[in-house]
DNA sequence: CGCGAGCTTGATGCCGATCAATGCATGTGG
DNA sequence: CCACATGCATTGATCGGCATCAAGCTCGCG
């Protein structure tokens, strides 16, 4: 049912991780300059996706991760019968690909929701140059991991909390990631649609929008359809830890 | 506030992947003799873990993986407010502890739901062994990524399934693992309450005990407390597929 | 300017949560 | 052995949060 979709490959050109801006939060993290000229073998090239394309989707024979390096990535699931789950937001920095490696073959699509470009990592040469640099192998089994603690928490989100906390943790979420890239954390731009943002949370658009309203109203945030500040980041933690109810 | 609980040890006695009855289901999958005899090497220790207690708990350093040899385990985070959620089962053959390798700590408790035995695996012996075997490396990798892919089917479910679809496609997960175990599938002993089902579910309690009159009623399913028949597999799988619907 | 995608808001209904009572198996002590 | 406690499961009655259905609204764009 999903056929290979062709995606818009602009010519390669070379980039070095060495040089990259991000890479105190991608791959690299903690390498020395040889460990990450070693790295910049392997990542030779780099992959553009126009909004609304997908980089990768289910079914697709994996080869290779990727890291994002500008832009915004939704991954998805859906079961035989056509539901589909939105299972993560991916920014600059992060990792996508990883459910590949078990069977050889993608099992979600990765869709760009801006214009975005990727780093290509071939994953049989990523895995010789791990058994190689044991600081290499140590980080890439940290990010698999930790991308398994992530999501247990979704779990945790989606099995028990009710629609304003799974939006509240959510948005603290982003805030969260965005600070880290240098953003002020208060004034953010949704790259996503309502209906994207339910699907993540396990809940349909009007509840999310209604949830969107109430914090309006509460005084915890101005919305201006996908313009966001946050006018009290105090009250949304509150929210999401259950300290108000 | 999770003070680490000390966990019964029995004295520890030398085990042999290479002559265990589970090394085409565990980490051993696929290897060689002479590479499981290198496993052999650092796989030394069991450790017998009562009904009730913990291997391990969130917030106690993470040392090993453990895979599972005997018995039944389940796995939970809980939020700062209390509330917790049963993340996944484990049965013979799987292993615990993924989750700890991000952050050195763990992140989840881990507990019996009966008496049980499991492998001690030394993460850091295991890494330093995996750079030498790539065979066993691949494996690692795909077995984490395999987790990452089951989470994100959990996500589909707690998302967008009703209550009977979630009870439905559990048991068929729980039965299709028990016949790769050699078990019919057909009929089975819950070895977890159905407040634990609940909590991995989503649910309530009276949810899922309401759901499995209703599947009795159906003549899906025979239920007496905690063994289960499964009379009519196909109008599960339906159930799952929504085609029912 | 008008169209359409996405967002908001209201009215209604249903699924599953909640509250409560009872049943059933196991274990313990008199 | 029975009396009783305890933990778990079942079942019923009621309630509430979110889904659903249905209008409008906003904004960007051809």
């Not at 290499?136 to 398994?148: G, P, T």
């Not at 309006?216 to 109810?245: F, S, Y």
């Amino acid at each position: 049912m999903n056929a290979p979709q062709p995606v818009i490959r602009l010519e390669p050109f070379k980039v070095a991780c060495s040089s990259c801006n991000l890479r105190e939060l991608c791959l690299p993290l903690g390498m020395s300059s040889e460990q990450m000229d070693r790295l910049d073998d392997i990542v030779a090239t780099r992959r553009a996706v126009p909004r609304g394309e997908a980089l990768f989707r289910a079914g697709e024979a994996f080869t290779s991760l990727y890291a994002v390096r500008t832009g915004f990535f939704k991954t998805c699931v859906s079961s035989e019968d056509g539901r589909d789950q939105v299972t993560g937001f991916q920014m600059a920095g992060e990792l996508l690909g990883l459910d590949g490696i078990g069977t050889d073959r993608h099992t979600c699509d990765a869709v760009a929701l801006e214009d975005s470009q990727v780093c290509v990592i071939p994953f049989h040469q990523l895995e010789d140059l791990s058994r190689e640099l044991s600081d290499l192998q140590r980080h890439l089994h940290k990010i698999m991991s930790r991308e398994i603690v992530r999501d247990h928490g979704v779990m945790l989100l989606l099995g028990s909390m009710r629609a304003e906390e799974r939006l509240a943790a959510f948005l603290l979420n982003l805030t969260q990631r965005l600070r880290t890239r240098g953003f002020s954390g208060s004034e953010l731009i949704l790259r996503m649609t309502r209906e994207e943002i339910g699907s993540y949370l396990g809940l349909k658009l009007e509840t999310v929008s209604r949830a969107f309203s109430k914090f309006q109203e509460d005084g915890i945030l101005e919305v201006k359809q996908r313009h966001i500040r946050v006018l009290d980041a105090e009250a949304l933690g509150r929210l999401v830890n259950g300290t108000a109810c």
